[in-house]
């Protein structure tokens, strides 16, 4: 489980990343379903990776809602981590996406937050 983990964390960090350099360039050449996938990964990938670290099976078709309420129960401190901006957070992820670049911008901070998030808590 750790490995697995471990290779989550690091794929999401990597994620995150690709979506950031995708935000960065001109706002008319931005493929704003990229930002989105990448974002709802990044963070489908940091609930599974703190989860499977925690000795957790996150199960496969849990949406981002389910795995946070998962790590809620080990971790009360995830009251503090907001996936409001995620419209798809309640649903399976490859069935929604977003288009406008003002809403996956919004989705990669509230990704990036919970990357911030879980360096503070010396998860990665």
């Given at each position: 489980?750790?490995d697995?983990?471990e290779?989550l964390?690091?794929e ?6 690709e979506?950031n350099e995708?935000l ?6 931005v493929?704003?379903?990229l ?6 990964r990044?963070?489908e990938n ?6 499977l ?7 496969i078709?849990?949406?981002?809602d389910?795995?946070l ?8 401190n995830?009251k503090?981590?907001d ?6 957070r309640?649903?399976?992820?490859d069935?929604?996406q977003?288009?406008?670049v ?8 509230n ?10 808590e010396?998860?990665?």
């Amino acid at each position: 489980m750790k490995d697995r983990a471990e290779a989550l964390l690091k794929e999401a960090v990597k994620k995150l990343g690709e979506a950031n350099e995708e935000l960065c360039r001109p706002h008319e050449d931005v493929v704003s379903v990229l930002v989105c996938k990448k974002a709802q990964r990044a963070t489908e990938n940091f609930l599974r990776g703190f989860l499977l670290k925690n000795k957790v099976e996150p199960g496969i078709e849990k949406s981002l809602d389910e795995l946070l309420e998962q790590c809620l129960c080990i971790n009360p401190n995830f009251k503090n981590v907001d996936l409001s901006q995620f419209d798809c957070r309640s649903v399976k992820l490859d069935s929604r996406q977003c288009n406008e670049v003002s809403k996956v911008s919004s989705c990669f901070i509230n990704a990036s937050n919970l990357e911030t998030f879980l360096r503070d808590e010396k998860v990665i």
